[in-house]
């Protein structure tokens, strides 16, 4: 089973930007799927990006769409999240999400992944 790490969460002002990386590990991500969601405080977990196998086909948030690309590196295991122009309602856990031989769409639906444990994005106002 695959091992995800989150990484470069931290407090940004609004407007700032921001990488996170996860750091997969125990198994290729090269055939999965992958995603980021993210939880605020007191609401649930939602989609905000999501990567095919081989990069070609993107999703994402309607809310983070033109500010956040999502983008992977097969051969460092790895997948990253770049958010620009950070608002304060981005402010989120963010976890990174794994479907093996899974496609766009199943991470989009949110079901059967793997995650990571999180790491905490702060944007002041």
């Known amino acids: 089973q695959v091992q995800l790490v989150e990484s470069g969460g931290g407090l940004v002002q609004s407007g700032g930007s921001l990488r996170l990386s996860c750091a997969a590990s125990g198994r290729t991500i090269s055939n999965a799927a992958m995603g980021w969601f993210r939880q605020a405080p007191g609401e649930e977990r939602d989609f905000v990006a999501a990567?095919?196998?081989?990069?070609?086909?993107?999703d994402y948030a309607d809310a983070v769409k033109g500010r956040f690309t999502i983008s992977r590196d097969n051969a460092k295991n790895t997948v990253y999240l770049q958010m620009n122009n950070l608002k304060p309602e981005d402010t989120a856990v963010y976890y990174c999400a794994a479907h093996p031989w899974g496609t766009v769409a199943q991470i989009v639906v949110g079901t059967g992944l793997s995650w990571g444990k999180g790491t905490l994005v702060t944007v002041s106002s």
């Open positions: 990567i095919s196998w081989t990069g070609s086909n993107t």
